[in-house]
């Protein structure tokens, strides 16, 4: 039996990153570390890093707003949107519990010993008629 037989191509191009990329690396950085610089993240074309910059400025500046709505009372997080109003129901907690239950159910599930019923009677089938099969 032949061994078969594994190939792995590799493309020479590396992915294709636009500013946009880059741009989204560096809100990403700003908004996490609000008080550092940033450097550069690698050795980049300036526009890409004009782009990086722009974004951790931008992220600085998101994470300021965010904070400084915080200060003043508001910005809670139950204040942020919503999918709709609450349709009530059962609590979340519940359901959880109730599924836990019940997989627990099912893995640890074993059946009850099988008892004979006395008072079944199977019933007695009549014995099969003869069958002759003439010879040619």
Same mark, same amino acid.
């Given at each position: 039996?032949?061994?078969? &037989?594994? +190939?792995?191509?590799?493309?020479? *191009? ?17 908004? /996490?570390?609000? /008080? +550092?610089? !940033?450097? !550069? ?7 890409? @890093?004009? =782009?990086?910059?722009?974004?951790? =400025? =931008?992220? #600085?500046?998101? #994470? ?5 709505? &915080?200060?003043?009372?508001?910005? +809670? !997080? ?8 609450? #349709?009530?129901?059962? +609590?979340?907690?519940?359901?959880? #519990?109730?599924? &836990?239950?019940?997989?627990? *159910?099912? @893995?640890?599930?074993?059946? &009850?010993?099988?008892?004979? /019923? ?7 089938? !009549?014995?099969? @008629?003869? @069958?002759?099969?003439? =010879?040619?």
């Amino acid at each position: 039996m032949p061994t078969p &037989q594994i +190939s792995i191509e590799e493309t020479p *191009e590396p992915a294709v990153c636009k500013d946009t990329d880059w741009w989204c690396q560096g809100f990403v950085f700003g908004v /996490n570390n609000p /008080n +550092s610089e !940033p450097g !550069p993240p690698a050795p980049l074309d300036q526009p890409f @890093l004009d =782009a990086y910059y722009a974004g951790a =400025a =931008a992220g #600085r500046q998101a #994470r300021a707003n965010y904070e400084a709505g &915080q200060d003043q009372g508001g910005g +809670s !997080p139950d204040d942020g949107p919503a999918i709709g109003p609450d #349709r009530g129901g059962e +609590s979340y907690d519940k359901l959880e #519990r109730e599924y &836990q239950e019940a997989w627990a *159910e099912f @893995l640890l599930h074993r059946h &009850q010993p099988h008892t004979e /019923n006395e008072e079944y009677k199977e019933e007695e089938l !009549p014995e099969p @008629l003869p @069958l002759s099969i003439p =010879a040619d």
